[in-house]
């Protein structure tokens, strides 16, 4: 069965690879009839062999593979089919405009890009099928996980309801209380009817009890992880004599990685001031001319050691959003936000001014986000842990910001935000800072929260 499994899978990677070797087809049919032609008549002395035609083509399918690994391209059965098409749009794109670049630095002029476009759309046209293909292939051979969610004393519909969205990868088809009895609900686990089991906030020696009793019966388990278990994620293995031990340091970067961290941040921030002033401009005007209200509008966030600094933004709300001196989060429909604000706020751009808040120190690319004093304290009366993610420099964008919403409980932002800190690494930067372009074009990433998360916080 699990050799069965695992044959299954690796066809489903191949699958996704192949979809990328067609598409590097198509860049080198375009390279080949329309751009070598181009550089050998007006570069002269150009003059590609075989294998220089070779490494042009290897040079695009290595690009392309790692934006599409890094972007999700390739997660065909893990994300929804929308979800993995428009990150292989973004891969395309992102390539592409690489290697338009790369084909005019060889000519020593901008050649045209007509032809990089047709090409893009031709392999857009092309992923959108491959998509739907993989797709209905993937779940003719893995039909849903029928799931027993085993669960404690809290509620689950929120989290019953995000499995409902997936019908394709997940059915729960039972739940069950813990309280029932582990051996009640070992001998539901194993009566057949399930091919995973959810093991779901549930007291820690039930869930080792239950976890090793599925795992030695090979039997998948998807289990919520609590504070402790992202901390240990991050902890070293090290050997005291014979005998293997978890290390977690008391501080959350070393030195060089402080040092590499804040040389990417002054680097990347001086390149974007310089690309994005023109719309920051624009965006100054339009705002003035909206209500003839200040363009900016500085707030007391909370970085590093719950040190206070003055965050920077363009407002996207009426200048008397808060006359009452309440802090409040956006809501959905949010009656505070103004047109342009609503604009800016869809696309991020009253987040540029922050670029100012790095250059300045107070705040890294890539970290938790900043949060107001006193809405921290109001996480902390609920969640003592959430003083945990100000063991880094506050962030532009982050970890929770790429892989959660903006509307993400306040709980799941802070296991999000701790295993960036806990795993943290220069790639990592990298990556979610390539991430992060991707979110940007995603309207769910900049939702309001539900009302009752904003009454629940106060």
């Known amino acids: 069965m699990k050799k069965l499994e695992s044959l299954k899978r690796i066809i489903i990677l191949q699958l996704s690879v192949i979809g990328v070797i067609i598409d590097t087809v198509f860049y080198a049919y375009f390279w080949i009839e329309y751009y070598y032609p181009i550089l050998a008549r007006r570069a002269r002395g150009l003059n590609f062999y075989f294998r220089g035609h070779v490494l042009v083509i290897l ?7 790692f934006c599409m690994s890094t972007f999700g391209g390739l997660k065909v059965g ?5 979800d993995i098409f428009f990150s292989q749009i973004f891969g395309i794109i ?3 405009i690489i290697s338009y670049f790369q084909i005019s630095l060889m000519g020593n002029w901008l050649v045209p890009i007509r032809y990089m476009v047709v090409c893009a759309m031709v392999q857009i046209v092309f992923s959108g099928l491959w998509v739907v293909l993989c797709n209905w292939f993937y779940h003719r051979v893995f039909p849903p996980r029928q799931l027993l969610f085993v669960h404690g004393d809290r509620s689950i519909d929120d989290i019953l309801f995000k499995f409902s969205t997936r019908p394709d990868k997940y059915l729960v088809r039972d739940t069950i209380n813990v309280s029932e009895g582990i051996e009640q609900i070992e001998k539901a686990g194993m009566s057949g009817l399930y091919t995973g089991v959810v093991l779901w906030d549930i007291p820690t020696p039930a869930r080792n009890k239950l976890l090793k009793f599925f795992y030695s019966r090979n039997m998948r388990v998807y289990m919520m992880p609590k504070i402790p278990d992202v901390l240990i994620q991050g902890a070293d293995s090290i050997h005291l004599f014979d005998t293997p031990i978890m290390l977690t ?5 070393t030195a060089g990685q402080r040092f590499a961290k804040r040389t990417l941040d002054i680097v990347c921030a001086l390149i974007l001031v310089v690309v994005s002033s023109p719309i920051m401009l624009v965006t100054a005007i339009c705002i003035r001319l909206n209500d003839h209200g200040p363009v900016l509008y500085s707030q007391i966030r909370c970085t590093r050691d719950r040190r206070e600094f003055r965050i920077l933004k363009f407002r996207s709300m009426r200048v008397d959003a808060e006359k009452d ?7 959905k429909n949010d009656d505070r936000i103004t047109p342009v604000g609503k604009f800016i706020r869809k696309v991020r751009i009253d987040e540029l001014p922050q670029l100012f808040n790095i250059l300045k ?3 890294s690319f890539i970290g938790p986000r900043p949060e107001r004093p006193e809405i921290i304290e109001q996480y902390m009366n609920e969640m003592p842990e959430f003083a945990y993610r100000m063991r880094v420099k506050a962030g532009l964008a982050g970890y929770a910001q790429v892989y959660g919403k903006y509307n993400t409980t306040p709980y799941d932002k802070l296991k999000l935000d701790l295993i960036y800190i806990e795993n943290y690494s220069f790639w990592m930067d990298i990556k979610l800072m390539l991430l992060t372009l991707k979110i940007l074009l995603k309207p769910e990433s900049t939702e309001g929260v539900d009302s009752d998360q904003t009454t629940a916080l106060k």
Request: aromatic share 10%; hydrophobic share 50%; proline share 3%.
């Open 78 to 82: 893990y994300l929804k089919p929308g």
């Open 249 to 253: 340091r008391e501080y959350a970067l």
């Open 94 to 96: 992102s390539v592409n």
């Open 59 to 65: 040079i695009y399918l290595v690009l392309i593979l």
């Open 361 to 363: 120190g107070d705040m």
């Open 325 to 331: 001196g309440v802090a409040r989060l956006a809501s």
